[in-house]
C-alpha cells in the first residue's frame, strides 16, 4: 500500500477545507456580476457558518460586506479560498492564498488544460506547482465543494439543503454535482460532502476517494466519472475503499460517441466498455449507467440496511400492478415468496372483499384501504421468515375523486401522514424495511395538485426513515444493486480469509 | 384463414357498439349510487354525443333524465347497453338488450368466472349462449369502453379526453385501460378505441385484434394481456395485423410470482417466458415490459414516421448529458455519426463559446440558448444525410433563475411556446423528426411552478406535432422499437416474396 490511510478520528488537512472558519472568495465584483459574486450570494444565501472575506483589487463593498483589495490584507489567517478570477491571474491569487495559511482552494475560473492550448495547459501546470508547495486546489474549471454541515455550496446552489447525511458525491462535471444535489433535496439523499472537481490539477479521483473512505460522516460514496488519470491507483483505492462502504461508480462515455463527447468534455479518455465494467466488478464498486440510477442506488444504500434481499413482498391495489411488480422482480432476481397459508389467511380475513388476494403480491382490492388496515397487513406478512423487505405500493391520486366529492383540497383528503406513520412503525417492529412506491398517471396540467399531495407525501416518508419511489421498477434495481454489493462483498471476504489460513 | 376479413369502408357490426346512437344502461339507481350511475355521471360529464336511457325497475329520475322500468319500455331501437345489475340478473338484461336489437353490450357487474365457483362459471356460459344469440359482449368484470370520438368512456372515466387519435388499447385489465388512457392524455398519446373486456366471456383478442386491424381510425395498436385464450388464432391476428400496423404487447405475468398473482387477478394462464418472448417475435409483435414503456412506445409510433432509425443527433446544455446520450444510444444500437466537418463548422459559427462543440452530441453550452438559435442548430445538423432524427435535450428548469430574478413566474420567462414553434418548423422544413426531452431535476415541494411550466410546454410541443419525453433513455428505447418492428416487417416481405417467386 503505497498511500497513508487515516484512522479516524486523526484531523486530515481536508477536512480544513470543508469545514473552514475563514473564507476568501477572491474575484467578486462590487456589480455582483460573475462567478465570485454568485458564489459569495449563494454562501450567504444557505447561510455558509464561517466567516467570509471577498476580495477585488478596486476595494468597495458587496451587499454590506467590506472587499479587501487583496489576500494579504485580510485580517486573519484563510482557511479555504474560492478563485474566480481570469485564469492567467489565478497563479497569483492561488499563491497569495497559500501564503495566508490556506490549507486548499477551489478554482472555479474556465481557461486552462480543457482549452487544449499550450497556454491553457501551461497555466494549469503553474496552478500544480503551487499546489505542490502545500495548497490543496479543487479544479480548475469546477463548480466547487458543497458541505451541508459548514454551509459550504455549489456554483450556483443557494438553495441545497443544509441537512447532512451519509452519502459523499465526486464528479469531474460540474454540472452532475448540482444536479445531483438538486435530486437528492427532494428525493430523500442526505449528502456529507459533494466535490466537483473539474480539471483536477491537484486533487483528483484518488485521493478524495481515500478520503471520503476514512471519513466518519461518509456511509456510502457515489461517482461521476468520465475518465481517470491513474487507472491502477483509482482501482488500488477502490478496492480497498468499497470493503469498508459502498462506492457507486456511473462511468460516462464509455460507446464511441460516448468517448468523443468526453473529449470535449473534460479532455480525458472515455475508456473501453469491457475492460471498466470488468475492472468496476472485480473492484465490487456499484455500476450504474445514469444519473437518476445514481440517485435511487445511493437512496437506497443510505435508508436501508447493507444485506442480502431475496424475498420480498409487494402489497397494493390492483392486480395488475401485483403482476407487473411480480415480473420485474424476477428480472432482478429477487423472489416473491408464496406466503405461509396461515399467513396468507390472517392478511385475507383483514382485507376488503371480494378483489383482494394475499399468497405475494398481495392485492388489497382497492386504493382506499385506509393505513391501519395496510399496517397489519405489513405487520403480518413480515412473519414470513422468507420475507426480508415489503414493498407498499399506493395510487394516492385516486384520492382526487374523494376531494371532489368532499370538496376539499386532495392534500387534506389523502391520509398519507398517518400512513408514513403506520409504515415507520411496521419497520420499527418488524426490523424488516418498507419501501413505498407513489406512481402517478395524472400528470396533467389540470393535476397539479396531485403532484403537490404526492411530494408532500414523499417528504412524510421520509421524515419516517421510509424511501419513496416513482417506479417499482427503480426501487428494485437498486434493492439489487444492494444485494449484489453485499454477496461480492462475502465472497471476496471468504477468499481473503481462506488465502490467509494457509 | 379461418377468419373473415373486412375491407376498410365495409359496416363492422362491431362499429355500431363504438359509436352507438342509443344507448341504454341497466342498473342505474335512484341515489346514484353504484357502477351504473357512475357510468351515467361519467357519459354525461364527458359529452356522450348519443342518446341514453337508464333503466331501473323501480323508475324515476336521475340527474333530470327518465329512468325506464324495463329495457321493453325504452322507445327506440337500441345499438349498445351498459349493463350493471347484479350478476344473477345480468342473463336477463342482456337477453332484454338482444331483443331490443342491441348489437352489443359490456357488462360492468362482477361475479361470474373470475370468482372461481361453479355457479360464477355457469352464469358466464349462459352469457356466453345469449351472445351467441347476436349481441356481441364485452366483459363481464370489465371497465368497459373508451372511444373519444363517440364519447363512450370507462368506468370511471369522466374526465379523459375527447380527442381522438391513431392509438387503440385492448386489455382484459380494467386498471390497466383506464390508467394508460389518463397517461395518454397529458402524454400525447390520442385514442381511437380502448376496451376493456374483463373475463372475456365473448369478444376478446383475438377478434378485437382482427377488427382494429381493419380499422381505418386505428394506426398502432398496444395491448396488455395476462394470457389469451386461443394461442394459434393470436399469434395467425398478430402475424396478420402486424403486416400492416404495429402491435405492441405488455404480456403481464410471465414470472412465477407473476403468473401466480395472473391467476388471482384474470383466472388466465400466465404461460411461458420463453414461448411468449420467442411467439411475439416471430409475429413482429413489439414487446414492452412496463405500462410505461408502453405508453411512450405508443407515443413514438403514433407521432413519428415508420422507418428505420440509424443515426440521430442529440443536441443540449451540459456536455455530461451529451455524454449520458451518446452512452445510451449505443446501447440501444442507435449511432451519433460525426457531423459532416462543414456542418461542425457551421453549427460552431452560432453556438455561444466557450464551452460548446458540434460534432454530435452537440453541446451548446448553456440551457438559456434562444429558440431561433437552436433552430439554426437543428435546421443546419439535419443536413447530414446519415441523420435519421434529432433528439433536443432542454433543461428548461433552469429559467426558474431567471423568473426569480426578475420577479415573473417561470412559465411567463421560459420561451417554451417560441421553441416549440421553431422545432416545429424545423420537423416541417426539413422532414426529419424531432423529439424534446425535458427532464427535471427539481421535484421539491417549493419547485410546483417549475412543473406547471414544464406540463405547459409538453402540451405546447404536442400541439406542434413534437414528441416529449421525460427521460432520454425512455426516447431512445421508444425509437428502436420502431426500427426494430420495421426492420423484422422488411424481412418478412422480403422473405415473402422471393417464396413468391419461386
Known sequence: MNCVELKPGDADPLDRIFHPEHLAIVGVSVQGRGFGSGILMSLREIGFEGTMYPVNARGGEIAGMRIYKSVEEIPARIDFAVIAVPAGVVPDALEACRRKGAAGAEILSAGFSELGTPEGVALEETVRQIAGKGIRVIGPNCFGIYCPRSGLTLLPGPDLSRESGPVAFLAQSGGMAIDFSHIGKWMGVRFSKVVSFGNGADLREVELLNYLGNDPETKVIATYTEGVKDGPAFCDALRRVTKKKPVIVHKGGLSEAGGRAVASHTASLGGNRVIWES????????????????????????????????????????????????????????????????????????????????????????????????????????????????????????????????????????????????????????????????????????????????????????????????????????????SQYCARKETLERKHSSSNSF
Not at 406466503?339 to 378483489?355: N, R, V
Not at 371532489?404 to 412503525?425: H, I, M, Y
Not at 420499527?428 to 403532484?451: C, F, H, R, Y
Open 279 to 482: 475492472v468496476l466488478r472485480q473492484c465490487n464498486a456499484v455500476q450504474v449507467t445514469s444519473l437518476w440510477e445514481l440517485a435511487q442506488t445511493s437512496l437506497a444504500f443510505s435508508m436501508l440496511p447493507e444485506r442480502i434481499y431475496r424475498g420480498i413482498t409487494v402489497a397494493g391495489g390492483g392486480g395488475a400492478l401485483g403482476i407487473a411488480a411480480s415480473d420485474s422482480a424476477e428480472a432482478f432476481g429477487i423472489q416473491l415468496p408464496l406466503l405461509d397459508p396461515a399467513i396468507t389467511d390472517a392478511i385475507m380475513e383483514i382485507l376488503p372483499k371480494p378483489g383482494s388476494s394475499a399468497r405475494n403480491p398481495i392485492d388489497v382490492a382497492n386504493p382506499y384501504v385506509p393505513p391501519h388496515i395496510l399496517k397489519e397487513v405489513l405487520l403480518t406478512a413480515a412473519k414470513d421468515d422468507r420475507v426480508d423487505l415489503q414493498i407498499l405500493i399506493q395510487l394516492l391520486y385516486h384520492y382526487k375523486s374523494m376531494a371532489l366529492f368532499s370538496g376539499c383540497p386532495v392534500k387534506d383528503v389523502t391520509p398519507f401522514r398517518e400512513l408514513a406513520a403506520a409504515v415507520g412503525e411496521v419497520v420499527a417492529v418488524t426490523g424488516k424495511p418498507v419501501i413505498v412506491v407513489t406512481p402517478n398517471i395524472k400528470q396533467g396540467i389540470e393535476s397539479l395538485d396531485i403532484e403537490e399531495m404526492l411530494r408532500e407525501a414523499r417528504a412524510a416518508f421520509l421524515s419516517e426513515g421510509v424511501p419513496v419511489f416513482d417506479d417499482l421498477e427503480d426501487a428494485l434495481r437498486a434493492i439489487n444493486h444492494i
